[in-house]
């Protein structure tokens, strides 16, 4: 799979996203603070758009392939906010 770039930003309401013509990937910079497998979740789920860009059947079986346990990480990283009360931005 071809990703020509991975890039981080300040977003408020997404944990990553992509542009598929652009084969371009950008993660959420509060994923720094969160478990590298929250992190290397969200990359997967993001390159795994590339292939399909809906979240459908064919968009799990990917998940899978690539990540078994992808519904723990996702899980995890539900559970956890996008940001913290207490941090100084």
């Known amino acids: ?13 997404l944990w990553g996203s992509c542009n598929v013509d652009a084969r371009r990937i950008w993660l959420n910079l509060e994923l720094a603070k969160k478990p590298v497998s929250c992190m290397a979740y969200v990359l ?3 390159m795994v758009h590339l ?10 079986e990917l998940m899978s392939q690539f990540m078994p ?13 996008l940001a913290h009360a207490n941090w100084k931005y």
């Not at 292939?51 to 799990?60: K, L, Q, T, W």
Request: glycine residues 0%; without cysteine; aromatic residues 8%.
């Open 1 to 13: 799979m071809r990703v020509n770039e991975i890039r981080d930003k300040k977003m408020k309401t």
């Open 44 to 46: 997967v789920h993001e």
């Open 51 to 60: 292939i399909e860009r809906r979240h459908n059947d064919r968009f799990y």
């Open 69 to 81: 346990q992808w519904q723990l990480h996702r899980d995890a990283l539900n559970r956890a906010p």
